[in-house]
């Protein structure tokens, strides 16, 4: 009886120990997705992520994130923009709007 309540606990701990490092896994290939369907809906050129994604309630249903690239049209004359992308879970469907209002700080080079 030891020795099966000794492997039972031995087999515990081995998943456990395998769903935490598949976690982040997880976490990374959902961060990959989100962005990859992120830049695809952006009208912006070489769009970049600002900052981290906003991962928000699964009531929600959305993740967030904010973009910066160049306008794509001639007339812009390679003007920087900003876009909101909005992430919907369930469809995996991104969604995106021009935020020109939000003042994204510069990069220092």
Not at 45 to 74: H, I
Request: aromatic content about 10%; some cysteine; proline content about 3%.
């Amino acid at each position: 009886m030891k020795a099966t309540t000794f492997t039972f606990l031995c087999l515990t701990a081995l998943a456990t120990s395998q769903a935490h490092a598949s976690s982040s896994d997880a976490w990374a290939a959902f961060d990959k997705a989100v962005l990859a369907s992120c830049t695809k809906a952006s009208g912006l050129k070489d769009a970049k992520p600002v900052g981290n994604a906003a991962q928000f309630d699964d009531r929600v249903g959305y993740t967030a994130v904010l973009l910066q690239g160049q306008y794509p049209q001639k007339h812009m004359k390679g003007q920087q923009g900003t876009e909101l992308c909005l992430y919907n879970k369930k469809s995996k469907t991104a969604y995106v709007t021009e935020w020109d209002s939000i003042r994204v700080p510069a990069k220092s080079k």
